[in-house]
């Protein structure tokens, strides 16, 4: 089964605490990076434990909640090798997997209620990148972009 990696900074907690117990009890192995409570912390500290552990294989796919979704979003996206996405439907949820490779998920626990949110996870857990020529031609631009840009 896949191994998850998830993570929030305080205006994430309460739905990371909610999706943690979810995502294990369907069979998932979960690893929580953190924060353990509600007093204030910094996002790009969570987003950057999040990276780091997908990028050295201790897990395949990375959950971040913050307040957005997009400052998590932006701070792991300063990673080579992370492609996040912010994602508040679950189109996007199954389609950022399906057509680029999205390998970390950025949700905003003040954006969306818990039940969409439940569904979004799922849906982007399950969802598998498709290898289509024309997505794996757009996925080799944007890797040619970050080798340049991010030495």
Known sequence: MMKVIIASDHAGFDYKTLLLKDIQQHGYEVTDLGTCNTEPDDYPDHA???ANAILNKEGERGII????????SVAANKFKGIR???CHDTYSAHQCVEHDNVNVLCIGERVVGIELVR???FTF???EFTH?????????KINDIENKNMK
């Open 65 to 72: 909640i913050c307040g957005s979704g997009v400052g998590v």
């Open 84 to 86: 996040a996405g912010v």
């Open 125 to 127: 857990l399950k969802a």
């Open 48 to 50: 950057a434990a999040v």
């Open 119 to 121: 569904e979004i996870v």
């Open 132 to 140: 289509a020529p024309r997505h794996q031609k757009r996925l080799d």
